[in-house]
């Protein structure tokens, strides 16, 4: 994720990184070198569930298998009403096929169905060719 610190950065943007540590934290180690700030959770599943607080949107690029544990997460909280409504974009096509098995899954949210007019689990992602037309989808 240094990458897209690096780039918030250069935006003018402040960081923070949510991390946790499999093994103990080196001590001369911090999360990368563009990071502003690090809240450092105790498990993989406090990291995410910090995330899912602290976000105003979420922003998916192509990864692997932590990065569908974490876009399952954030459909699960908008699904079931557990987090206040926030965008997710995707940026590319690399999890369409992944997320087409959600096409007929219902929103069970009645919040989220009523202010995003949303019926479908699919219809809870946003997709982006590139990160102009991701900005400008999160502007609206």
């Not at 950065?9 to 946790?20: D, E, F, L, R, Y």
């Not at 105790?42 to 910090?50: G, K």
């Not at 989220?112 to 997709?127: A, D, G, N, P």
Request: neutral net charge; contains cysteine.
């Amino acid at each position: 994720m240094e990458d897209i610190s690096r780039g918030a950065k250069s935006g003018g943007g402040k960081t923070i990184g949510v991390t946790w540590y499999k093994w103990e934290k080196p001590i001369y180690r911090k999360a990368n070198p563009f990071i502003d700030e690090e809240i450092v959770a105790e498990t993989l599943f406090e990291r995410i569930d910090i995330m899912l607080k602290q976000a105003d949107a979420f922003i998916v690029l192509p990864g692997g298998t932590g990065t569908l544990l974490e876009l399952a997460a954030v459909l699960e909280h908008l699904n079931k009403g557990l987090i206040e409504p926030k965008p997710i974009m995707m940026l590319g096509d690399f999890w369409k096929p992944a997320l087409a098995c959600l096409k007929n899954e219902p929103v069970l949210s009645e919040k989220i169905k009523s202010q995003s007019k949303v019926v479908f689990c699919r219809e809870l992602v946003t997709f982006a060719k590139d990160v102009d037309e991701c900005i400008k989808k999160l502007g609206k």
